[in-house]
């Protein structure tokens, strides 16, 4: 990322060095007056500001489990692009090419461009009628945190959409009484982790509201005759009318990720976890083992 905020930076400086007539290649070897230094302080100031809020809009976009940084990469995009439609500055183009240069890639991205980076919507229109913000109950507007009860009603409505065996499959839940996928030996009910109303302001002045949940699920797997938990579920946004525009999940189903998990448990993270008998799990003390006993 910094390497995307330098690039900006340069871009934005170009014209103040055009306009004092300073060459940016002889930096070292030039002299520079206070306006031009303070305005280039502004102006870079500026530049990480907006990358903050670049990397904080993103963690609403980033799936509830798991995360990897090729999938920050997409929430990155995915958020800047939802409020910055014209990217003028070339912000993602940046962060793309930053990303790029470390190869560091989303999976099932064969080109590093914006449209194949986003996170796609789900394969199917969905919409949560109780989730609609004329259904909502807000404690003034919808920026301002709702009430127990009505957060509860919220992630009830939730919950019960997204488990039904017709939408499970949009956002990677097993619904109880379905058949289990091959190697999970059990599957835990889902669990709404959290609900809440964002409320973003775009750069030309337009202001957008999504509710975001995240919905987390655990499963029992079996693999080179061990039993172990993997973690899984979806972050969904939900726009003003109900419909569900993104559904970022993690797959229960991915063999590639419980085999990376059993890799690290039996290797290099050996040491957080136990086992009993066929089971792993993580240690009642891994905390105290990550950050040293004190």
Known sequence: ?????????????????QIAGVDPSALGDTGMSDPLIKAIAQEAGDVANQFLNICIRAIDYCPPADLELGEYLRA??????????????????????????????????????????????????LNIPALAFRNLR????????????????????LGAFVTRPEHARHFQLISA???LPKGIVQASP??????????????DGRVLFD?????????????????????GGSTVIVDPEGNVRYSIFKRLESDGRRARQHAAMTGPLRAFWQKKGRRWSLRPDMMRRLHGAR
């Open 177 to 179: 009484g379905s058949r």
């Open 138 to 157: 807000f404690e003034g507007e919808p920026g301002q945190p709702a009430s127990a009860e009505e957060l509860a009603r919220q992630a009830d409505a």
């Open 76 to 125: 990155l995009i995915t958020a800047d692009g939802d409020i910055e439609r014209t990217d003028k500055w070339g912000f993602r183009e940046a962060v793309m090419r930053s990303f790029r240069r470390r190869c560091i890639f989303p999976d099932h991205v064969h080109f590093m461009t914006e449209d194949a980076v986003r996170w796609a919507p789900p394969g199917a229109a």
């Open 211 to 231: 509710l975001v949940g995240e919905v987390t699920q655990s499963c029992t797997v079996e693999r080179s005759g061990s039993l172990f938990e993997v973690q």
């Open 190 to 203: 889902a669990i709404v982790q959290s609900v809440r109303v964002t409320r973003r302001a775009a750069p």
């Open 1 to 17: 990322m910094f390497e995307a905020f330098v690039t900006i930076v340069r871009r934005k400086c170009d014209r103040l060095f």
